[in-house]
């Protein structure tokens, strides 16, 4: 099984929905029982709060469900749980290294570092546009999720 947990700063926006949006591309594919996929914060300020509405809706127009979400935050035992590490911003990036004690085993990195165009994923939090954020993380998880299946990691599911 690969796992991967996805971290931004609160987890009520951008890491929940890269979360729900990679559940939905592997559930598509028929690969959800290859994957355990989940979100968390490097703060403590949202813990316990559900995702942001505007997040919620975002993942509402794509079909997508968030429902029964609250944000966590991130422990350093999640770095033996999970396979890959991946947060949004480089901000997080130095945040779950530091919660985490360091990254001997590469696990920690950026989602967009696997897409044709590396870079920070803005917070719409921040900015107010859930659009941006969306086609960002759904760029990176494709690029994730192609990575995972070119070497092998998975097996994808064909119907003939």
């Known amino acids: 099984m690969i796992k991967i947990l996805f971290v931004c700063h609160g987890n009520i926006c951008r890491s929940p929905m890269a979360e729900f949006v990679l559940r939905d591309m592997v559930d598509k594919r028929g690969l959800g029982d290859q994957f ?91 900015t107010g546009n859930f659009d941006v954020t969306y086609d960002d993380i759904t760029e990176g998880c494709e690029a994730l999720l192609l990575h995972i299946l070119k070497n092998g990691e998975a097996k994808e599911w064909k119907k003939y």
Not at 49 to 57: D, E, F, I, L, M
Not at 94 to 106: L, Q, T
Request: aromatic share 8%.
């Open 36 to 126: 355990y996929i989940a979100s968390a914060a490097t703060s403590t300020e949202e813990i316990g709060n559900p995702v942001h509405r505007g997040t919620r809706a975002k993942l509402r127009e794509a079909g997508i469900s968030a429902q029964g979400k609250t944000a966590r935050q991130m422990t350093r035992r999640d770095y033996d749980k999970f396979d890959y590490i991946l947060g949004m911003d480089h901000w997080n990036l130095n945040n779950m290294k530091r919660i985490c004690g360091g990254d001997p085993e590469g696990k920690i990195g950026l989602l967009l570092d696997y897409s044709a165009h590396p870079r920070d994923i803005a917070d719409p939090w921040y």
